[in-house]
């Protein structure tokens, strides 16, 4: 089983790297993942991906495609890959605390 | 963890057919590689082309006649003589099409722009070009640049080659 220190803490990972359990998240662990993967500030317009997309994935289970997460957050396709330079897949739903989408859209 | 010199790092992707299902293919692993923060880069030939013509890459259909892996909608196995019948492409077409839009697939001219947003290169074949009488004001304007075959191996220089 990987494990993660983050900020004092033993956390679990899943085979992806992201977090095993979603409830060990919040926005401190979040920061740290986000540093990790080369974003050193996580600015109002990153928070409006990363809580839609966990307000998405607690409603239905799964990260929202692209195509609903561009029309639905305000924010479009280039910005989207502006705040998330190694790919909104898989650099957003990890700093969201979520697994890795399971749809290929 | 995987290795880091296994990891895919850029695809080029060549679209070469022109029916529906012939163009989706490339289209979805383009836009997926670019989710995953790889390079992407598409190029169009031959009758792949028609996705980025413009006047043409709204009405792309599914090819019904000689598909041996055609279904009716219960499931049954289409006799392949049935696919020349009137109606029977466009109706295959307009099935799929709702698939998709339940999967939150969007149609050709939508998706080739969510792919150029998230930073792939869009390119047409020099030669296809050519062979169609075509020019630069028939394509979508989302299309970069035509390219020879040399131009296509610079550009995909140090990643994977995917033809659909």
Same mark, same amino acid.
């Given at each position: ?9 033993t956390?679990? $990972?899943?085979?992806?790297?992201h ?28 928070? $409006? ?6 307000k998405?994935?607690q409603?239905?289970?799964?990260? =929202? ?13 280039k910005e989207l890959?502006?705040?998330? =330079?190694k790919g909104?897949?898989? $650099? ?5 605390? $979520?697994p890795? =989408?399971?749809?290929c859209? | ?10 695809i080029?992707?060549? !679209?070469?057919? %022109? ?7 490339g289209? /979805? @692993? ?13 190029? #169009?030939? #031959?009758?792949g082309?028609?996705? /980025?013509?413009? *006047? ?18 219960? %499931?049954? &196995?289409?006799?392949?003589? @049935? ?10 077409? +307009?099935?799929? *099409?709702?698939?998709?839009? &339940? ?10 722009q ?7 290169? !869009?390119?047409?074949? *020099?030669?296809? +070009?050519?062979?169609?009488h075509?020019? *630069? ?12 075959? %040399? ?6 220089? %140090?990643?994977?080659?995917l033809?659909?």
């Amino acid at each position: 089983m990987a494990t993660m220190e983050i900020l004092g803490k033993t956390i679990e $990972l899943d085979a992806d790297g992201h977090l095993k359990n979603a409830a060990d998240w919040n926005e401190d662990i979040a920061k740290v993942l986000a540093q990790e993967a080369g974003i050193n500030e996580l600015t109002d317009r990153h928070w $409006l991906v990363i809580n839609f997309m966990r307000k998405e994935f607690q409603e239905k289970g799964d990260a =929202p495609s692209i195509r609903r997460l561009t029309k639905e957050s305000g924010v479009d396709t280039k910005e989207l890959y502006q705040l998330f =330079p190694k790919g909104p897949a898989k $650099l957003a739903s990890k700093i969201a605390g $979520l697994p890795k =989408p399971k749809g290929c859209i | 963890m995987s290795n880091q010199s296994e990891e895919i790092k850029k695809i080029s992707v060549i !679209i070469s057919r %022109g029916s529906l299902d012939g163009v989706y293919p490339g289209l /979805i @692993l383009s836009n997926g590689a670019r989710m995953e923060g790889i390079e992407a880069n598409l190029f #169009f030939t #031959f009758f792949g082309m028609d996705a /980025i013509i413009d *006047k043409r890459m709204d009405n792309l259909s599914i090819s019904t006649v000689g598909n041996a892996a055609m279904r009716l909608p219960w %499931g049954q &196995k289409m006799p392949t003589l @049935l696919g020349i019948l009137p109606g029977m492409a466009s109706f295959a077409t +307009m099935m799929m *099409k709702k698939e998709m839009e &339940k999967l939150d697939v969007p149609p050709v001219r939508e998706f080739l722009q969510m792919i150029k947003d998230a930073g792939a290169g !869009i390119y047409a074949c *020099k030669l296809a +070009m050519d062979m169609f009488h075509l020019e *630069k004001k028939d394509l979508w304007e989302g299309v970069d640049d035509i390219l020879t075959v %040399g131009d296509f191996y610079q550009k995909s220089a %140090g990643g994977l080659v995917l033809f659909t």
